[in-house]
């Protein structure tokens, strides 16, 4: 029997780790335990994923909570150490962990297996923004600094671990977990009434998405940026769910009324993966600073105005539908305004975003 333990914590792991969970199910001899840090706990952040997923329920639930970097870091640690210690019911120890993407959890958890001897896979591993003012940079950096097997979404994520001396036999370009899971929702996604439900027709509106702090938590960036989707909103609906570090930003600079006095704007609390897919499929542009919309746009050949100076996906802008506009408010118009006239560059799907990226991971983590 391989006993392998697998970690979730923050909303955008639960749709990277759902196919490979599936994929891993098919094989006989293999045991998976299902771990949540906690470190989103909101129904709206984390249940909902679970159910709309398919998802089991995570067999241990760490329930660290918020907090500041370094004591979600050190409670996520120190948890983790104790659940490896305890091991798998009926075994000695794990044989392997596998984590996905670059949150707080990923790290954490990633340090305190490869301490204890256990070998991590990090799934997504090898993406680089260059900016270590991102937190998520930091975490990438170590998760991959340590981990036993890289598994790599786009080719430029073997260069990156190239440059950082990995022997060429731990890295794997596998493909895109968070694109498996679109592939296999779109469908169900497409059928639900959620357009009815916010007055919005297919290819008649845009979604925003905003939650880093380098866009949000300042009020002179924060600002200009709302300026302008107010603006917008008259020639086209936006349809702006509201992620909870951004609601208190808004509130504190007097931000929300502006928002809720525009006609075409329409606020939402954070949404469920499939109504949110059945959204972000149907529309005619995404402006986000989200890492994954940058991936899920392209593979939707979607318009995606990404707010953000650099990406650590530059495949979604060289290929895809990608293009950064930092908090430029400018440089977001202009671009709005292409969108809208259908002058706007297309894109295309990069190799292996194919749907059976879990299938690939599933075969080396097994067998490695
Ligand atoms: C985290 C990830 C980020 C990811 C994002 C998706 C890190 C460093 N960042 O950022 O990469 O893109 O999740 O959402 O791991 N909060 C709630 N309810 C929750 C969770 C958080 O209200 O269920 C509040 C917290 O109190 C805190 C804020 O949201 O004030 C930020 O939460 P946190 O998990 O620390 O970081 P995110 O900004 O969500």
Redesign the pocket.
């Known amino acids: 029997m391989v006993y392998l333990a697998t970690v979730v914590?923050?909303?955008?792991n639960f749709m990277k780790m759902a196919p490979l969970l599936r994929a891993l199910d098919k094989y006989e001899g293999v045991t998976t335990t299902l771990i949540h840090t906690g470190?989103?706990?909101?129904s709206?952040?984390?249940d909902v994923f679970f159910r709309d997923l398919g998802m089991k329920h995570p067999d241990i639930h760490l329930e660290v909570?918020?907090?500041k970097?370094g004591q979600?870091t050190a409670r996520v640690l120190e948890k983790m150490e104790e659940v490896l210690e305890d091991g798998p019911t009926g075994s000695g120890a794990y044989d392997r962990l596998i984590v996905v993407?670059?949150?707080?959890?990923?790290m954490a958890a990633t340090l305190a297996a490869v301490k204890m001897g256990i070998p991590v896979a990090h799934v997504e591993a090898g993406l680089r923004s260059r900016d270590r003012t991102?937190?998520?940079e930091i975490?990438r950096l170590v998760t991959d600094a340590i981990s036993d097997m890289l598994l790599v979404s786009e080719p430029e994520g073997l260069e990156n671990l190239k440059q950082e001396g990995h022997d060429e036999r731990q890295v794997h370009l596998v493909g895109n977990v968070m694109i498996d899971t679109l592939l296999h929702q779109l469908s169900a996604a497409r059928k639900l009434d959620v357009l009815e439900q916010l007055g919005v027709r297919p290819d008649e509106y845009g979604i925003v998405t905003l939650?880093?702090?380098s866009n949000v938590d300042q009020a002179e960036t924060l600002g200009p940026l709302i300026d302008v989707m107010v603006q917008i909103s008259r020639d086209l609906k936006l349809v702006f769910p509201v992620?909870?570090?951004t609601k208190?930003r808004l509130e504190a600079f007097g931000l929300m009324e502006k928002l809720k006095s525009a006609a075409g704007v329409i606020l939402q609390p954070?949404m469920g993966y499939m109504e949110f897919l059945a959204l972000t499929s149907q529309s005619r542009v995404i402006v986000t600073d989200?890492?994954?919309l940058q991936e899920e746009s392209t593979a939707l050949g979607i318009p995606c105005l990404t707010m953000r100076e650099n990406t650590e996906r530059p495949i979604t802008v060289e290929m895809g539908t990608s293009t950064l506009i930092g908090s430029d408010a400018d440089k977001l118009r202009l671009h709005l305004e292409q969108v809208l006239q259908g002058t706007y560059k297309k894109g295309s799907c990069p190799e292996l975003w194919d749907g059976k990226a879990a299938e690939r991971i599933a075969e080396i983590v097994v067998g490695g």
């Open positions: 914590g923050a909303r955008p470190q989103h706990y909101d709206q952040l984390s909570g918020s907090g970097h979600q993407g670059d949150v707080n959890s990923t991102m937190p998520e975490n939650h880093r702090p992620h909870p570090r208190a954070p989200s890492g994954g």
